[in-house]
């Protein structure tokens, strides 16, 4: 390969930014003198654009658009000059802002209440895994995907006295009108530990309370229920790990 | 919401970049109220690529917020000759979200004495916004494409672009000779850009 072309081959790396720094500097200086590598990186761009919008499509949750928003919005004040004319309207305008204001913040207030019992919610939760985690009677059960899902994983990690807390990855999205379910499977019946909801990238971490008087268990499955769960396991499997 | 950001994103490029432009002169003009078309048009793409980055929705969040804070502040950054307002967007997201998990994988517990040459030789995050906005059809084709990669190509080339490492770390993580790697990279990309090239109009 001539050197020109060992040059050109780094345009892959330059255009994704993961060129190290020596070949980083070599591109560059050759870079800026040389049309055909300009090319070339130009023609690249476009992967990048491919590649950033080639993820799974996501929305954020409306709370954040709230957020982002509305935060924004809340320095406006650029100084917008009143003629005398549209000085009566503005002042109904005013009225009728206070009013829409009162309910503003009345409907702030509910909803910062809202925000702080889910935020007890979430910390309780993550409370309670801590305390599973540092357990002296921890058990560890990995999970391995069936033939419903055969790239899924998941780890349970199970304390008699604390608790499961369950963390999965690459479980496929819940049909509608289904749910998946964690179970722990005693020797004597499978136990339900509650539904698991993945989040996009189908997996997640979830805390479950299990019956303090738990036979210990063989197994942990997670099926394919009707929404909501059922009290005994009817559906496919989707992953099973035993101790 | 989300409708009507998928309808955004479904109308003609050339039309959602006028309001684009737009929107970001309301709002250096001091018109705070075009924040919200500029969100609406591009939240979703944004927040799903920093998600495949970041991988943890909180911190997806803060990255969102931070992504389009900035948009709003610095309008007068955006440059119309390096791409579309959408592509300043998700380069702005993209390097934002490489920084975190850079700075998490720099954090004293997740790494080795080796760890600290590659980060610091590793170069910053180039500005790569695209030079044309792309259809949902070209989209589809490049994600078509990169899956049909040998698996090799794929990872590495998903590595540094989904998340930031340099071709030395890349080298590393997958037990693979440095030239290999190089090798890899280019071949996919190469491949990414024939098969975009058969979708343009």
Known sequence: MSAHDELKALAAGYVLGSLDSEDQRAFETHLAGCAECAAEVASLRPVMAALASAVPQVTPRAEVRRRIVNDHSSHAGAGVKTSPDIVAVASWLAMAAAIVLAIGVGAYAVRLQRQVANLQARFSEAEATTAVLAAPDLARIDLQGQPAAPDARARALWSRSRGLVFTAANLPPAPAGKSYQVWVVTAQAPVSAGLLMPDAMGGGTQYYMTPADIAPPVAVAVTLEPAGGVPAPTGDKYLVGMP | ?201
Request: hydrophobic share 45%.
């Open chain 2, 1 to 201: 919401m989300w409708l009507l950001a998928a309808l955004a994103r479904m109308r003609p490029a050339a039309e959602s970049q006028a309001e684009d432009i737009a929107c970001l002169q309301r709002l250096a003009g001091g018109d705070d109220s075009a924040a919200a078309g500029l969100y609406d048009r591009h939240a979703r793409p944004v927040y799903s690529l920093i998600l495949r980055i970041v991988g943890e929705e909180s911190e997806a969040e803060d990255v969102l917020q931070e992504v389009f804070a900035q948009a709003f502040r610095q309008t007068a950054r955006y440059d119309p000759s390096r791409g579309p307002v959408a592509a300043w967007l998700l380069m702005m997201a993209r390097s934002r979200s490489i920084d975190r998990v850079r700075a998490r994988r720099a954090r004293p517990d997740a790494r080795t004495p080796d760890a600290y040459r590659v980060i610091d030789e590793t170069p910053a995050a180039m500005p790569d916004a695209a030079s044309a906005m792309l259809n949902e059809e070209q989209v589809r084709l490049v994600r078509d494409a990169l899956g049909e990669l040998p698996l090799l190509q794929r990872v590495a080339i998903e590595l540094a672009y989904y998340e930031g490492l340099s071709h030395a770390e890349i080298a590393n993580r997958l037990e693979q000779p440095l030239g290999t790697v190089k090798t890899r990279i280019r071949l996919g990309l190469l491949k990414l850009r024939d098969a975009l090239a058969e979708a343009r109009p």
